[in-house]
Each structure stands twice: as C-alpha cells, then as structure tokens.
C-alpha cells in the first residue's frame, strides 16, 4: 500500500506556466524563463549592482532585509490626554525592529556599515523624554522617524508599550506597533 504523495504545483522562481494542461490532459505545465521585475534578481542568479549596498527586491517587491532588534528600552515620558499623566509622567517601554541590509558590515567588521544602536537607543529615549503628544500612536511615529534617519535602516517596526496607562479595569499592558520603511 502506498502513501499519499502530494504533488507540487509551485513554479521555480523565475519561472511561469505555459499553456497550463487542461483537466484531465495528463500534461505537466512546461516552464520558460522569465523577464518580469518581480523576479528576485538573487533567486535568478543575476548579481547585485556594484557599488550599492541596498538588498535586492524579493518576489513580492519587498525589500530584504536582516534584523537588529532593541527590546525594552526605558524612559520617562508625559504622554498622555489627561493632566495628570502630563504632570506627573510615566514609564514607556519601547521595542525596535530595525531592518537593514548588514553583510557590508558584516564583510569588513566594519561599524560604520552597519547602524550603531548604542545611539538609536539614545535618539529613542530623547525622543520619549521630549515633547510631549497625547497618543501613543504619535509618538510611536515620532520614534520611527527618528530611527530612520539613520542612512543604513531601511524599515522600522517600533512598538510603544504604556504599562501604567489610567485604564480603570486590571490590565498587563497597553502597546501600539507600528511599522514604517523609506520604500
């Protein structure tokens, strides 16, 4: 008694069906290379461009990306909608994904090919000591801006946590998460 063995109908990067088989034709689809610009130039075999230092596009135009994530980071803010959490401040916690593309650094042990999150953590804590906003949301932008300021980050995910909001029932934790990229 044999197994089920599933079949895959997936096509090889790079590849499209031609004259996909009818049903019932007992024809497998025939594969041709492919042109279109939403073919990873890596999976292709087709070399980076010199001189960049930017990943190359993945199939669904995204870019990829490697990751250096800070977690945790503490400062005290007054943020918030009523005047107390304005007068008195409270403690924010901030979570960043930075996505950025770190083989050139890698390569040549080379900090200065890479983003130095010593001072993205420093940038963040500034930003959440500053100017105060009512919304979280707000100043969750405000710290995705700040991280992208730094020429290497191509993407941020920065997730704000507000543990001691004033919210009259028990609860762990109130966060926003955000997400932002230049492309």
Known sequence: MGGYQPVSRRV???KHPVNPPGPGSGRAPVAR???CSQVD??????PPA???DRPSPTIAGVIRVDR??????KARGHHGVFPEEREEGQTFV???VLGLDTRPAAADDDLTKTVHYGIVAEEVVAVVQGEPVDLIETLA???????LKHERVEEVEVRVHKPDAPITVPFDDVTVTITRSRV
Not at 41 to 46: K, P, R, T, W
Not at 68 to 73: E, I, S, T, Y
Not at 141 to 147: D, G, K, L, N, S
């Open 50 to 52: 010199r001189g960049t």
């Open 94 to 96: 901030v979570d960043l």
């Open 41 to 46: 130039s890596f999976e292709a075999g087709v």
């Open 33 to 35: 290379s492919c042109q």
């Open 68 to 73: 250096v994530a800070l977690r945790g980071l």
């Open 141 to 147: 932008e405000r710290i995705a801006q700040a991280c």
């Open 12 to 14: 090889p990067q790079g």
